[in-house]
């Protein structure tokens, strides 16, 4: 089993306490958070964490590839550990944004239009299942 220290060695990043915080909240709370929303989840057990030492390590982790930054969502930048292909649905009521795990064609490093993609990002929009069931009662 692979350890979230490993990860961060193999990635060449220092395996601090805060940095592997992060990276195991990323990996248990699949919902795309916000660096904010890192944050004030951490900052309960971790009283000594602070935005600076969140976002530089969240930067990190984008820059070694450890983690994905998504700025797909109005100005707003999420952050996820999930690296295996897969779509995002963001629930235009609540927010959430979810996971899909379907299969499809990856295009990086190909050639459209004369263009060479170096990556994409497919998201869909729409009510969730959630607020689907509440809108229904």
């Known amino acids: 089993m692979i350890t979230y220290k490993k990860v961060l060695q193999d990635a060449e990043i220092a395996p601090s306490i805060q940095r592997i ?32 030492t969140v976002y530089n390590t969240l930067k990190a982790l984008v820059e070694h590839k450890v983690v994905t930054e998504l700025s ?43 263009h060479r993609i170096i990556e994409h990002q497919v998201i869909f929009k729409g009510i969730c299942k959630n607020c689907s069931k509440r809108q229904e009662k």
Do not use: W
Not at 21 to 42: E, F, M, Q, W
Not at 103 to 112: A, E, G, L
């Open 72 to 114: 797909l969502f109005e100005n707003e930048i999420r952050y996820e550990y999930n690296q295996d292909r897969h779509i995002h649905f963001k629930c235009i009521a609540c927010q959430e944004v979810y996971d899909i795990d379907k299969q499809y064609k990856c295009y990086k490093d190909q050639m459209i239009q004369g």
């Open 21 to 52: 915080k992060i990276l195991a909240y990323l990996d248990s709370n699949r919902v795309h958070p916000s660096a904010d929303t890192i944050y004030r989840a951490l900052k309960k057990d971790m009283p000594t964490l602070s935005k600076t």
